[in-house]
């Protein structure tokens, strides 16, 4: 596996739900980046890590819960979502949680909250 | 509140034509001006950035060019491309320490053959 993987690519939970999505980054960064992309909307950043601590909640509802065990690894946590959390999950890592570094972006996990 | 303005929302552009995607911003803190470049069903890459202390970035038929005062700054695709369709997103760095990306709301490029 190379550069940064997203499991599952695609996720369709009821709200009632609880759900994990997991990203795995193969590049040595140190930092680690959630971000939502929905339709019609801008890239909204979540949350982000630095040496497996969290630097950064972006005021991100409580049902998102993330988690950071090493540099390699990122999880984010799901339970009573909404329809509107419905969304393009990416998750991203950098060099260091520093945006003058590059930012490298998976795949994303495509989520629907029926 | 968007801090980034991106325009237009699509593009369309006929082969070996110009592309042009425009953003703006209000804040002066910010200090690094990356663009993304995103294909459908794959993250975002980074296409090409620029500081604010050069006026303009070429990188092959990638231009960025900067107009600080203005708090302005465009991406020009030269002789466009089929292969050049995507969706491109601008996006600002603020050096306060938190210094995360902040996108425009992206533009979605049409080059037709």
């Known amino acids: 596996e190379t550069g940064v993987t997203q499991t599952p690519r695609h996720l369709v939970m009821g709200m009632t739900n609880k759900k994990s999505l997991k990203c795995e980054q193969h590049?040595?960064?140190?930092?680690m980046y959630w971000y939502k992309q929905s339709a019609k909307k801008p890239l909204e950043l979540m949350f982000v890590?630095?040496?497996?601590?969290?630097?950064e909640n972006n005021s991100v509802p409580s049902r998102f819960s993330p988690e950071c065990p090493n540099s390699s690894h990122l999880f984010l946590h799901l339970h009573t979502l909404q329809p509107e959390d419905s969304a393009l999950y990416l998750c991203?890592?950098?060099?260091?949680?520093?945006?003058?570094?590059?930012?490298?972006f998976g795949p994303g996990t495509r989520l629907t909250v029926t | 509140q968007q801090q980034v303005k991106q325009s237009p929302q699509s593009l369309i552009v006929q082969k070996g034509g110009i592309s042009i995607i425009n953003c703006a911003y209000e804040?002066?803190?910010?200090?690094?001006f990356p663009w993304y470049q995103q294909f459908p069903g794959k993250g975002p890459a980074l296409l090409i950035a620029?500081?604010?202390?050069?006026s303009e970035k070429k990188e092959g038929r990638f231009t960025i060019s900067f107009n600080k005062s203005a708090k302005q700054f465009s991406l020009h695709i030269m002789d466009s491309q089929p292969g050049d369709s995507a969706t491109y997103f601008c996006?600002?760095?603020?050096?306060?320490?938190?210094?995360?990306?902040?996108f425009g709301s992206g533009t979605r490029l049409q080059v037709q053959p």
């Open positions: 991203a890592s950098s060099q260091a949680a520093s945006g003058e570094y590059e930012q490298y």
């Open positions: 590049l040595g960064h140190n930092a």
């Open positions: 890590y630095n040496f497996k601590e969290q630097t």
């Open positions: 804040n002066t803190a910010f200090d690094y």
């Open positions: 620029i500081r604010p202390d050069v």
């Open positions: 996006a600002a760095v603020m050096d306060t320490g938190r210094r995360a990306l902040t």
